[in-house]
């Protein structure tokens, strides 16, 4: 059964930064890729960044040079650093696993989500 559980939200000021984990279950992440997501107030979810299997990593381009996309198989966990954070990047934040490259449809089950508010 798979089991995605977030964590790492917070309040930050704009240019502050903050790291996410996804801490799945035990060897999923040898199995598929997984991405993470986004979902700002009043808005639709949108897609983030991924890692493959093979540690190959895609960003869409608001966060490129911003965002790094990381995982640790003997931890079971996917990580997303965030810099130099914006007032748009206010969002609840979630990881679920896709194909071997991580990327869109996600086809897991939706977890909690975490927190991130970019504000002064």
């Known amino acids: 059964q798979v089991q995605l559980v977030e964590s790492g939200g917070g309040l930050v000021q704009p240019g502050g930064s903050l790291r996410l984990s996804c801490a799945g279950s035990?060897?999923?992440?040898?199995?598929?890729?997984v991405g993470w997501y986004r979902q700002a107030p009043g808005k639709q979810r949108e897609y983030v960044a991924a890692?493959?299997?093979?540690?190959?990593?895609n960003y869409i381009d608001s966060v490129k040079g911003r965002f790094t996309i990381s995982g640790d198989n003997a931890k079971n966990t996917v990580y997303l650093q965030m810099n130099s954070l914006k007032p748009e990047d206010t969002a609840v934040y979630y990881c679920?696993?896709?194909?071997?490259?991580?990327?869109?449809?996600?086809?897991?089950?939706w977890g909690q989500g975490t927190q991130v508010t970019v504000s002064s």
């Open positions: 679920n696993i896709g194909n071997r490259l991580g990327l869109p449809p996600p086809f897991g089950p």
């Open positions: 035990r060897g999923i992440f040898n199995i598929y890729g």
């Open positions: 890692i493959s299997v093979g540690g190959i990593t």
